[in-house]
């Protein structure tokens, strides 16, 4: 049997699309002799659809596209599964189900629907879905196969010290006699989530003593990030096939014979967060309907950072950067603003704000007569570069990214409708300490368009004279892993302290600022997930109450 994983890259309600894509991935998959080709979960609607699946609309024109795809492909010697949106069998509960589909010969042959539905971090499909009951092997050429959605083949009781289920949908269909295990998937890219996916596939690879396929999606869908990486096992857990991270693939490989095509993943994982980063801005500017972005340019880390993943991303002539000195700007941000953008071949612009920002406090000064200066006088040059930026943003039509990273987001050191201005917070959820080394690799990209000097100078807003970002936050080394401790692993400020030998009240003070700062993380663009644990739809807490560590 030879079986072809398709990778693509899908956009949530682009039917026609969607459907196009995989027509074409069937077709090359049958002229290279494939007997059955497997796409993602929900490939025919994208992931993840949300309330969208409530619309009869959109239920009915998922409908209507499954049967055009089967069809479509019905002169193919293979057989194909396909995701989709299903209608629930049963009159009580959810009405659609999560679903896979086998097409041949124009027909739908099998129908799996998902058993486990997974409400942790970004996924709430109990929402939405009604789990299937019961689950039963597809015979197809002569071999019993055990056909899974993503969570479904994630719950290996001798994998996880507690399993969130008390079912194994694997464990049921190997009762049942199967040979052989394809798992179709819409798993999220996070640091480390491609080498957990094979420890766990091996795990019940070696465990059921049967070849696994794992098909994943791959592209960026609003916050989230599929990186693909599929790949096939035999029953010892030796990879036999793979496709590319980060981009849409096909390969070919026979379970049985234990043969297959390796294409390359990304090894070094610094590597492979820059490309995730790549492929969300990307993506997320196309199936919104952006073509160009706006980066304001500071000189400094962040900033350079972003505009280079924003230059891999759509192309150097798609990317302005803005430079907006104030008062309070050193010339060698200046320099390293413009130096960085004609390495990187963008459009650049100096605008100043120091005359605007005197006109501000001139304005304001019979209101702030008696007061002195504080974080009021720095919030106020933010915001006045954000109208500069969103006035360009209308005028030009470009969608302006934001610059601030995790470590800053997380302790609130960042301004409302200032520097959180934007429609994409393109590094958002990229701690500080690794925001220097996604820009190392930013430099073997883009050949050292980020100066050197931009590395080894202080961290500063350049909102006061000589201000520093130690002014008021711990260096990001110290900081850094007391916010994965407390967001990421959730532990409690007391094992926190212990783990990193740090005073407790040190721990106390900075947990409470994440809290105490909700309110602004929830007013922020959406943002890229490539952490365990990102400030988006997989971390939800009030922002008015009372508990604090």
Known sequence: MRIAPAQNNTTVGDFEGNRALMREFARRAAARGADLVVFPELSLTGYPPRDLVEKPSFLERTEQHLLGLAAETADLDLALVCG??????????????????????????????????????????????????????????????????????????????????DRDPVEELMRQGAELLVSINASPYHMGKRELRRQIFANTARRHRIPIVYVNQVGGNDELVFDGSSFAMDADAGVIASCLSFAEDLVLFEPFARQGEMHENLADEYEAVYEALVLGTRDYLAKCGFRSVLVGLSGGIDSSLVAAIATSALGRENVTGVAMPGPFSSPESLEDARALAGNLGIRFEVIPITSLYEGFLGTLQPLFAGAPPDVTEENLQARIR??????????????????????????????????????????????????????????????????????????????RPNQRDTDSLPPYEVLDPVLRAYIEDALPAREIAARLDLPLDFVRHIVNKVDRNEYKRQQAAPGLKVTTKAFGSGRRFPIAQKFVE
């Open 84 to 165: 989709f949106v299903g209608r629930a069998p049963s009159s009580a509960g959810k009405r659609v189900t999560n679903s896979a589909a086998v097409l041949y010969r124009g027909r739908i042959a099998f129908r799996q629907d998902k058993v486990l539905l997974p409400t942790y971090d970004v996924f709430d499909e109990a929402r939405y879905f009604q789990p299937a009951q019961r689950q039963q092997v597809l015979e197809l050429a002569g071999r019993r196969i055990a056909l899974t959605i993503c969570e479904d083949a994630w719950n290996d009781k001798q994998f996880w010290e507690r399993p969130l289920y």
């Open 386 to 463: 954000a109208l500069i930026l969103m006035a360009l943003s209308n005028k030009w039509g470009a969608i302006v990214l934001t610059t601030g990273n995790k470590s800053e987001l997380a302790v609130g050191y960042c301004t409302l409708y200032g520097d959180m201005s934007g429609g994409l917070a393109v590094i958002s959820d990229v701690p500080k300490t690794l925001v220097y080394e996604l820009a190392r690799v930013a430099n073997r990209r883009h050949s050292d368009a980020i100066p050197e000097r931009v590395f080894r100078k202080p961290p500063s807003a350049e909102l």
